[in-house]
């Protein structure tokens, strides 16, 4: 019999209401675990690696996939398909991977197809994006750093919460940071960027580093609501944005650049967008991970590449 193992995560967004779960009630089956530690949620992947789980369904956020996927590469030794149910903050990954639902209704919807025999019906596969800084290996989704690591912590603090649909939720805190905080000293100081070295395909942007407004990588194909900030894609696994700082007419090029539909001008004003197998940066700050800050490494290098496909179920 096939088996669903589930990793819970309760202190999602949307399960914070319910703090545990009782999944007596769930299929035949099924099996659920609600890791509260990294570690545990080590020792729940290699259980279910040893139970033979062949789907592995994830309720959470973009940081939850994130860590169970790293936690699921080391124990198993062929990836199980994933099925995804949205409970998080951002869940960018649903545009591409499907959900399953939100919380509770969720995880029921995914019970009653692995129940059903519906759950392998629509299957997508999709990339990860894996990060080696220092002696750290990463696997996620959608990388950040200059204005998007500011706009992960401002939508932190409360500025962008009444927006939580993942890109649009980063894109409202980038343009509100950028453009309307109330002390100049501020927006100067976003304006300026960030200091940063960028090398894409082994071609660097420059020797000496120089100052960034924002940086993003992706082996997604779309966000949601319209929002896709690349052009220029010609294939390689990898999709990225970096704009030099200070920004040119920034007030003219949000807009196209947020859709991915730049005007003639603005390459030549430092707004670039391509694709490439690996990207190589060097930082002096820390870049975020499917909305999760980490450390560069030691020398601030930081090697971005594309992983291998996961197959992701999708109602």
């Known amino acids: 019999m096939s088996l669903l193992g589930i990793v819970r995560n309760p202190k999602s967004?949307?399960?914070?209401?319910?703090?545990?779960?009782?999944?007596?009630?769930?299929?035949?089956?099924?099996?659920?675990?609600?890791?509260?530690?990294?570690?545990e949620l080590d020792a729940t992947c290699r259980e279910f690696a040893e139970r033979g789980v062949s789907v592995l369904g994830i309720d959470g956020g973009d940081g939850t996939v994130r860590d169970v996927l790293s936690a699921a590469r080391g124990a198993f030794e062929t990836l199980p398909a994933f099925a995804f149910v949205a409970s998080g903050k951002t869940n960018i990954l649903a545009a591409n991977a499907g959900s399953w639902g939100t919380g509770a209704a969720g995880l029921e919807q995914l019970a009653s197809a692995m129940r059903d025999g519906t759950l392998g019906r629509r299957r997508q596969r999709i990339r990860t994006l894996d990060i080696t800084a220092g002696t750290s290996q990463l696997s996620g989704f959608v990388m950040g750093t200059g204005a998007y690591r500011r706009a992960v912590a401002l939508s932190d603090q409360g500025v962008a919460n009444r927006v939580s649909l993942g890109p649009l939720r980063v894109a409202t805190g980038i343009g509100r940071g950028v453009m309307r905080l109330a002390r100049k000293g501020e927006r100067d100081e976003w304006l300026s960027g960030t200091p940063m070295e960028v090398y894409v395909d082994g071609h660097g942007r420059g020797i000496e580093a120089r100052p960034r407004l924002i940086f993003l990588a992706t082996t997604l194909h779309r966000f949601t609501l319209g929002i896709w900030p690349f052009w220029n894609a010609d294939g390689k696994p990898l999709r990225y944005l970096d704009v030099d700082a200070p920004p040119r007419r920034?007030?003219?090029?949000?807009?196209?650049?947020?859709?991915?539909?730049?005007?003639?001008?603005?390459?030549?004003?430092?707004?670039?967008?391509?694709?490439?197998?690996?990207?190589?940066?060097?930082?002096?700050?820390?870049?975020?991970?499917?909305?999760?800050?980490?450390?560069?490494?030691?020398?601030?290098?930081?090697?971005?590449g594309a992983g291998p496909a996961v197959e992701f179920l999708a109602p």
Do not use: Q
């Open 13 to 39: 967004r949307r399960n914070r209401n319910r703090a545990s779960f009782d999944a007596s009630h769930l299929a035949p089956g099924v099996v659920l675990r609600e890791p509260a530690t990294l570690e």
């Open 250 to 304: 920034l007030g003219l090029a949000l807009l196209p650049a947020l859709r991915g539909r730049p005007t003639p001008w603005m390459k030549a004003a430092g707004y670039r967008s391509g694709s490439a197998e690996r990207i190589s940066l060097r930082l002096s700050e820390p870049f975020i991970l499917d909305g999760e800050a980490f450390e560069p490494g030691p020398d601030g290098k930081v090697s971005i």
